[in-house]
């Protein structure tokens, strides 16, 4: 037997005795102090021991919008579940998006399939709809028999399910390979995110929408769900305050971050009361604005799916189960204070304790080495423009309506029936029906189409569309991302890129921006994200090659045994532990449902 998979089977023995004497202590500063002594349990593991073959959980932790560099910044500060997984993980320190789109739904389902959005499907949040004519989001589902459904009494709108990704996800690929043994449960705030990272199908998956947790009609509803809802209600948080967790000495940067949009009834400046809009009175939509910006959200992610592994024994059935959390507060945070803002750095210092939670909740009801995690992003985030003008180096904002209004004007010469735009939205221009196929015909008119986007201030480049179709062989890294992103029928007739450190921004001309900063585009800052895996056939180190967070699927696929039909990704062989001996002694029989 592999010298490697006694130390996982050693290691939950030794550490369930130790989590015990944790959850007796209740204090989080134990967590490292235990994981600390990992190593000299590991040195004492027995010759004879029947390891598991397969993980008995596999946990995908998204963490919306978490840039790469954030880990090397802040982790001296982590003392939790992210230290444990810098630690103890595999940690790749280059994984980037190699696609244009770097945006939430787009992120969940890459890194839930193992492919890029041109294999995918899911191109954006949101996209025109040719054939409707309007904007459908990455997750509407037009049929009539499909609903939202809330928990706790609560009557959502809206259908949603991922039919209109195009691949299965590697849980749903787990599940009909494992003859259905294998149970999948997926939390996030959003939709997006919840469904992609679980699929077509899944005995649950989890939002919040409207100051409720709700599900879908594709999906189940659990019993310990409606309990969940209805005695931890967000509500419940109304009036607690979010407050800085370490002295104000121990933050990078100053108190207000320049150019910050912080939720109503926020000040730029903690503490930051979670009161709703007036400070005073019943939870209001300002409040859970508030509360989904504030760690007492993750918090409550975190409480879901611990209770959701104790309701549904998750990791101790005949299958492999998939447990997957989207941690959407980081990204609500960067949205409105921007990366570089007291209020990113707080936020993760307090999912670094929620997540050491969790992993001594696993710990303890799974077994130390029988699951395995990966922790990514789905994105990163550019800085504040106006922060990142202060340095000297050419920011601002691409102001999409102003785009539209040149191309309109480019036109006007043409004989074109107003209006030819029938959408901009992210990088993606969408002509009226007919527009770009005449455009196409009429070289005159494409250049000057070209040439008024070209000359909008913040424009780097603009691509056509048939110069991204059949994945083009190119060297440039942004042609190239753009070809990674486009699926015929759903991307645009044209395709922006910005300078670097300029915001694609839709607000109408002459409103003010509602956020402070945002992502979607093919540079690092957006691209650039940790992949971290633990436990479960991991071998711990740093890892400096390059890789996509399309190969945490194909990772987990190789560690249950399981074939991706359609994958981007590539298994991430150097951070697997390698057997010792004939794998024939590890494998185990298979599941019996
Ligand atoms: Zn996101």
């Not at 209020?343 to 929620?354: A, M, S, W």
């Not at 909008?456 to 992103?485: C, I, K, M, N, W």
Request: hydrophobic residues 40%; glycine residues 8%; contains cysteine.
């Amino acid at each position: 037997m592999a010298p490697s998979r006694l130390l996982l089977k050693r290691a939950p023995f030794q550490r369930g005795t130790i989590a015990a004497g944790l959850f007796l202590a209740a204090s989080l500063l134990l967590v490292p102090r235990a994981a600390a002594q990992a190593p000299a349990l590991r040195a004492q593991a027995p010759k004879v021991s029947k390891a598991p073959a397969r993980p008995k959980l596999v946990v995908l932790l998204v963490v919306d919008q978490m840039r790469a560099d954030y880990v090397d910044k802040f982790r001296s500060q982590w003392t939790g579940g992210l230290k444990r997984l810098v630690e103890e993980g595999a940690w790749f320190r280059d994984a980037a998006y190699p696609y244009a789109a770097t945006e939430t739904c787009v992120g969940h389902a890459t890194i839930s399939t193992g492919a890029f959005p041109a294999t995918h499907g899911m191109v954006a949040n949101a996209w025109w709809d040719r054939n409707a004519q309007k904007m459908v989001t990455c997750t509407s589902d037009p049929d009539p028999s499909v609903k939202n459904i809330g928990y706790a009494g609560a009557t959502p709108k809206g259908a949603d399910s991922a039919w209109r990704m195009a691949v299965p996800s590697f849980a749903e690929e787990l599940k009909f390979q494992t003859s259905g043994a294998t149970r999948i449960v997926t939390f996030s705030l959003k939709a997006r995110a919840a469904i992609t990272m679980a699929g077509h199908k899944a005995d649950a998956a989890t939002w919040f929408d409207g100051g409720a947790w709700v599900t879908s009609s594709v999906y189940g509803t659990l019993p310990f769900m409606e309990e969940q809802a209805k005695s931890h209600p967000a509500k419940a948080d109304f009036g607690k305050t979010w407050t800085l967790s370490l002295p104000e000495s121990s933050y990078w940067y100053g108190e207000k971050a320049l150019g910050a949009v912080p939720p109503d009834g926020w000040d730029l400046t903690f503490p930051h009361p979670l009161r709703g809009k007036s400070g005073v009175g019943e939870p209001d939509s300002a409040f859970y604005e508030q509360w989904a910006s504030s760690p007492f959200a993750d918090t409550a992610l975190t409480e879901l799916a611990e209770n959701a592994v104790d309701a549904l024994k998750l990791g101790n059935s005949n299958g492999t189960d998939f447990l997957a959390i989207g941690y959407s507060p980081v990204d609500y945070v960067g949205h409105e204070f921007g990366p570089r803002s007291r209020e990113i750095q707080d936020v993760l210092i307090r999912l670094d304790q929620d997540l050491g939670n969790l992993f001594a909740h696993l710990d303890s009801k799974v077994g130390r080495g029988n699951y395995v995690v990966a922790l990514t992003a789905d994105h990163g985030v550019v800085p504040i423009p106006e922060e990142m003008q202060t340095t000297g180096v050419d920011a601002g904002v691409l102001r999409l309506p102003e785009v539209q209004e040149r191309i309109e004007k480019a036109l006007e010469a043409f004989n074109y029936a107003k209006p030819v735009v029938a959408r901009i939205t992210g990088s993606d221009i969408y002509f009226a029906t007919g527009v770009y196929e005449k455009l196409l015909a009429d070289s005159n008119a494409m250049s000057a189409v070209l040439e008024a986007i070209r000359t909008a201030p913040g424009v780097a480049a603009v691509y056509r569309v048939e110069e991204l179709r059949d994945r083009p062989a190119t060297q440039s890294p942004t042609h190239r991302a753009f070809a990674y992103s486009y699926f015929p029928g759903r991307s645009g007739d044209l395709f922006i890129l910005p300078k670097p450190y300029w915001l694609l921004d839709g607000t109408p001309l002459g409103k003010p921006r509602s956020y402070g900063t945002g992502h979607g585009v093919p540079y690092n800052y957006d691209q650039h994200v940790p992949v971290l895996l633990m436990g479960f056939g991991i071998q711990p180190g740093e890892y400096f090659q390059s890789i996509t967070p399309a190969d945490v699927a194909p990772t987990f696929a190789a560690l249950c045994g399981i074939t991706l039909a359609s994958r981007d990704g590539r298994v991430l062989a150097k951070a697997l532990m390698k057997p010792a001996t004939p794998r024939a002694q590890t494998t185990s029989s298979p599941p019996r449902n």
